[in-house]
Nanobody
Framework: QVQLVESGGGLVQAGNSLRLSCAAS????????MGWFRQAPGKEREFVAT????????LYTDSAKGRFTISRDNAKNAVYLQMNSLKPEDTAVYYC????????????????WGKGTLVTVSS
């Protein structure tokens, strides 16, 4: 069973960047599409970005397009989310997710969740 552990969250000023990492262990990483979801205070968890198991296709929520980049390194069993030009509204707990589907856009497709990493963007 694959386990997911996120890292890289923290406090950052608006306009700056952060890179989140998700390390997978305990299974066959390449069987899974990977995704990042986030949950802001008082809001429901939402989709941010996804990448196919080969890394050949990505998809982003509208608010992340042009600012965030999802990538994966199957040799390292890792997936990343590079976040640039951060805004206060990006403040949330970011969750790494895995599912044996083509793309991971909906929570219904998620089979595995990490515990999350907090990103706080100050204005």
């Amino acid at each position: 069973q694959v386990q997911l552990v996120e890292s890289g969250g923290g406090l950052v000023q608006a306009g700056n960047s952060l890179r989140l990492s998700c390390a997978a262990s305990g299974g066959t990483f390449t069987n899974y599409a990977m995704g990042w979801f986030r949950q802001a205070p008082g809001k429901e968890r939402e989709f941010v970005a996804t990448i196919t198991w080969m890394g050949t296709s990505t998809l982003y929520t509208d608010s992340a397009k042009g600012r965030f980049t999802i990538s994966r390194d199957n040799a390292k069993n890792a997936v990343y989310l590079q976040m640039n030009s951060l805004k206060p509204e990006d403040t949330a707990v970011y969750y790494c997710a895995a599912g044996r589907t083509y793309q991971l856009v909906r929570e219904s497709g998620v089979e595995l969740w990490g515990k999350g990493t907090l990103v706080t963007v100050s204005s």
